[in-house]
Each structure stands twice: as C-alpha cells, then as structure tokens.
C-alpha cells in the first residue's frame, strides 16, 4: 500500500504485530505513540495506552522500565511509524491485527478515541491557524496583486 509516497507493507506489519512482545505505532503529526506491551506476569496484564513519541529506542525502553518495573526488558520491541491518518489504522486491517494481539483489550478502543480526538485538534489547530504560521500571507497576495497591475 502507497500512501503519500510511503510504502505500507502490511502483511509484514501484521506480522511484526503478532511476534513482538512490544509494539509501538507512533503517529508523529501527533507526538503521540499507542504503547501496547504484551508480557504479562502474576501481578501484570497486558499494557495498551497512548503515550508521548520517544526520541530513540533507548528512551522507550528506559519508559518501559518505569511503567513496568516488574518486567524484564522486553526480548522483541517493533516501532512502527504511522504517517497516515488515524483512521487507517483501522481501514488498512492493522487495527484488526492489533485486537488478535491483545485479545480484544477493553482500552485499545479508548486509546484509538483518544487518537482521533488528537487528530480532529491538531486538524482543527491548523484550520485556525493555532501553533501554525501560513506560508503565504493575504495581505501579502493583495500587494503583489496590485503590483502587478500597475
């Protein structure tokens, strides 16, 4: 799959999805990460949330220590960037392969609400111009216009 110039091979996403004990797909338009940590112990389940983007590998597993301090380091760790819209995480099947991961955990449906819901604000912000700047400016438009004119 070819979205936006970037190649998606999803059956070997879904595949790294099934074999990894931790899985992270980061959406870096959002900062944002959704953190699913399979190992399990007596006393720990199965870890799914939406957490800040770590810098390096090295500092998602320095966060996975402070989240998990009873685990070990995990033996298997896949990233995988998310350059497309939330949504299609869910149209492209990966969501799907996700939910057999973790058998259907209750707050992998919360965390993709809460993705979209980032989603819908980084849109809204750049509609209205929030923590963006426009390349062009109207008044800017008008000048050259008027220039031009003359």
């Known amino acids: 799959m070819i979205d936006d110039g970037a190649e998606l091979d999803l059956e070997a996403v879904c595949q790294n999805i099934a074999e990894a004990e931790v899985i992270t797909l980061y959406f870096p338009l959002l900062g944002r990460t959704l953190l699913v940590d399979a190992r399990c112990a007596p006393d720990t389940g199965t870890l799914v949330r939406v957490v800040p983007m770590a810098r390096d590998t090295g500092e998602r597993l320095r966060s996975l220590k402070r989240l998990r301090p009873t685990l070990p380091r995990p033996e298997s760790i896949t990233m995988i960037p998310w350059q497309m819209r939330v949504g299609s995480v869910v149209s492209t099947g990966v969501w799907a392969c996700l939910l057999r991961r973790i058998d259907d955990h209750p707050a992998a449906e919360s965390c993709l609400e809460h993705l979209r ?8 912000d750049a509609i209205l111009g929030r923590r963006y700047e ?9 000048e050259v216009a008027e220039e031009d004119e003359r």
């Open 134 to 142: 426009a390349l062009w400016s109207r008044v800017g438009a008008r």
């Open 117 to 124: 819901m980032l989603e819908r604000t980084e849109q809204l």
